[in-house]
């Protein structure tokens, strides 16, 4: 039997897990002309991936969560898939990131990650499962969806939100300006991306 000094320790190590988490994602130190922070992790199909493996072509980052309406917005307009196929078929490398802790809302197992993406018709590169929030505390992300651009030379060029309008309304996703696909185009167009950082709207992620 656990004894009562044994469990306090276990809640104390709990805490600070759970403490350096926050930590990691509240002081991450990324911003946009700069080297984007190198990660490995493993996909919803158990394939390892490393970012730096992508190095030669745009990388597309978007934390998800399909049980936060904002996603859901998203994804019930066909608004993400669409930028999903229009992109990767482009040869741009589209990641999508679930950084839901064991026990949180959104989190899943790859399975089931699976499961979602072919039922939504959705298509990213890969889905990255980063269940203990190291990829997101590298990154800062706080929101889904929360959207990151890293060029070809692996510089992080756009960080914030997918689109001006922080709403839940499927309809909105029609009439606002899409910022991931603004940036996308006048990086391919070698253009200067205008908004490089904008407000990321949605759910927490439930580090």
């Not at 800062?140 to 689109?163: R, S």
């Amino acid at each position: 039997m656990m004894t009562s000094i044994t469990r306090r320790s276990v809640s104390w190590i709990v805490l600070i897990t759970l403490f350096t988490t926050f930590s990691m994602a509240a002081n991450a130190r990324v911003s946009v002309n700069q080297p984007a922070p190198d990660f490995t992790a493993v996909d919803s199909n158990g394939k390892e991936h490393r970012l730096s493996d992508f190095k030669g072509k745009t990388v597309v980052l978007e934390w998800t969560n399909h049980d936060c309406p904002y996603v859901r917005k998203h994804y019930d307009s066909g608004n993400m898939q669409a930028l999903q196929k229009t992109s990767t078929g482009k040869g741009i490398v589209w990641l999508s990131i679930i950084s839901s802790a064991p026990g949180k809302q959104g989190h899943v197992p790859g399975a089931e990650a699976n499961r979602l993406t072919s039922s939504r018709n959705a298509a990213p590169t890969a889905v990255l499962l980063d269940e203990g929030g190291e990829i997101g505390g590298l990154y800062g992300a706080k929101t889904t969806p929360h959207m990151y651009i890293i060029d070809e030379g692996g510089e992080l060029v756009y960080m914030g939100g997918i689109d001006s309008i922080p709403s839940t309304d499927t309809n909105d996703s029609a009439r606002a300006t899409n910022y991931v696909d603004v940036a996308l185009n006048a990086l391919s167009s070698g253009q200067p991306i205008e908004d490089a950082v904008t407000r990321p709207y949605g759910c927490s992620v439930k580090y």
